[in-house]
């Protein structure tokens, strides 16, 4: 990620004119040339020189820290979309902001419950299941009886065998790889908070496969995959996995849809039909 010296300095130039004294607890005075803040003012508010915040503003600074990114964003107020793009201007990944967690906002469950033709799930950034409609239900297995740090997909798929069973045994080594790598992104993401680093400990101490795949350091989010279901009413049905991520990336919708013309089309209408009481106890 390389820093964009120009937009960053234009930047900080008009967040510095835009912001009002009084918005920055600083007295309006009489002799202002601008409604704005002075450099030397924000260089207070922040904790640095004004000839540093000069040389910022002209272009002329090394690669800031992400400490003193901080102070700047804080001395100007930013909201969180704005300290976001000040943070990549700045050639640094933003800080991880308010995740949602465990909750499940209103929109997203109510898109969730009108998605009836269509398995979908919603997941946490660290694999946690959320909330998923009847079809993923039927298509999955009731996962409801699972408790705290269990309801986790990643968990299961290198902890409970019969997760595997639901699908092709030479898929199995694919499927980890793409659940280590998304973790892996998704941790970063975070930069290894509590949760995080309780979620890796627990793995490690379970799984030698997971401690394997996760030491090959492979980082990718999952966006769209293929795969292949093994339902024991159905049989095998094939789906184009979309995901949909939120604007901060801790929560994603998971889609599964059959390929058009396959017959995992009539599969799913025949699941849909069955209902989730013929689930397979797969817990994915």
Not at 57 to 81: H, K, V
Not at 238 to 256: G, H, I, K, M
Request: hydrophobic content about 40%.
């Amino acid at each position: 990620m390389e820093m964009d010296r120009r937009q960053l300095a234009d930047f900080l130039r008009r967040s510095r004119h835009r912001l009002r004294p009084r918005e920055a607890d600083l007295p309006e005075g009489r002799h202002r040339r601008t409604p704005g803040l002075r450099r030397e003012e924000v260089a207070q508010l922040a904790g640095m020189s004004a000839d540093y915040v000069m040389r910022l503003e002209q272009a002329r600074s090394p690669q800031p820290s992400t400490q003193i990114l901080a102070a700047m964003a804080r001395a100007l107020r930013l909201t969180e979309d704005e300290r976001d793009h000040l943070y990549l201007l700045a050639g640094h990944p933003p800080p991880v902001g308010r995740l949602a967690g465990a909750h499940v906002r209103p929109s997203l469950q109510y898109l969730l419950d009108h998605l009836r033709e269509t398995p979908a799930q919603l997941l946490g950034d660290l694999g946690d299941l959320l909330a998923m409609n009847a079809l993923a239900e039927a298509l999955f297995g009731c996962v409801c009886t699972v408790k705290g740090p269990d309801r986790n997909i990643i968990w299961r798929w290198f902890t409970d065998p019969a997760v595997r069973a639901a699908y092709p045994p030479e898929e199995h080594d694919e499927h980890g790889r793409q659940a280590v790598a998304d973790l892996r992104a998704a941790v970063a993401r975070r930069g290894t908070d509590e949760a995080s680093a309780a979620l890796l400990k627990r793995l490690r101490a379970a799984s030698d496969e997971f401690s394997r795949l996760w030491d090959e350091h492979e980082v990718g989010v999952r966006r769209r995959s293929r795969l292949r279901v093994l339902h024991p009413e159905v049989g095998a049905i094939v789906f184009d996995c979309e995901v949909l991520l939120t604007p901060a990336e801790d929560q994603r919708l998971v889609v599964f849809t059959p390929p058009p013309g396959s017959p995992g089309v009539d599969a799913l209408d025949l699941l849909a039909l069955l209902g989730p009481a013929t689930a397979h106890r797969s817990h994915r």
